[in-house]
């Protein structure tokens, strides 16, 4: 029986995906560059951290790793906080999960401090039993060991937990 939902947070609750494919074109934008055609490709299945990384490497930035990073998040934190709605039908499913006694864990790639503020934003941090980003723990989306450290922290069995996921290297 399903007792629970770890739930990925952008493109799946969040309208959010072309933040994601924007912001380090943005990021690069601001300090003269252009992007490669492949970049957005190249960064989808890589962590905030990992992106940063490539980006200073690959474009050759000045700044640390830790200054570049927090350029994005400038940018990323503007786009959450002013440009991105909820997907249709999120608020009832949620609201529907939590009325059948559902455990909900948010699973995202998004910083913890942002994570946070997206969903007071939208009213929605409530709902979660358990929130759960990448820079919480050494685990990423490529494998399924996180999913199974989601269903831990939900007191779950993996197979009582629904992975509700829209990127397909997660899948």
């Known amino acids: 029986m399903i007792k629970g939902y770890i739930i990925d947070m952008d493109g ?5 995906m072309k933040i994601w494919e924007n912001a380090a074109i943005i990021l690069l934008k601001s300090k003269g560059i252009i992007a490669d055609n492949e970049l ?3 960064l989808a299945p890589l962590s905030i951290k990992e992106a940063i990384e490539y980006i200073k490497n690959k474009y050759h930035l000045s700044e640390s790793v830790s200054e570049i990073q927090n350029l994005f998040l400038d940018i990323i934190e503007y786009y959450y906080l002013n440009n991105v709605n909820l997907k249709p039908g999120v ?15 948010l699973l995202t790639a998004n910083h913890r401090d942002l ?14 039993d358990q929130i759960i980003t990448c820079d919480d723990t050494s685990l990423t989306k490529q494998n399924c060991t996180i999913y199974k ?17 829209d990127a397909l290297h997660a899948i």
């Open 40 to 42: 957005v490709k190249i």
């Open 149 to 165: 450290f989601a269903s831990k922290k939900l007191n779950l069995k993996i197979n009582e937990c629904i992975v509700i996921e």
């Open 12 to 16: 799946t609750i969040l309208d959010s």
């Open 115 to 128: 994570t946070i503020k997206i969903l007071t934003k939208h009213k929605l941090i409530s709902y979660f």
């Open 91 to 105: 608020n009832k499913f949620i609201k529907k999960c939590v009325f059948l006694n559902k455990k909900l864990c």
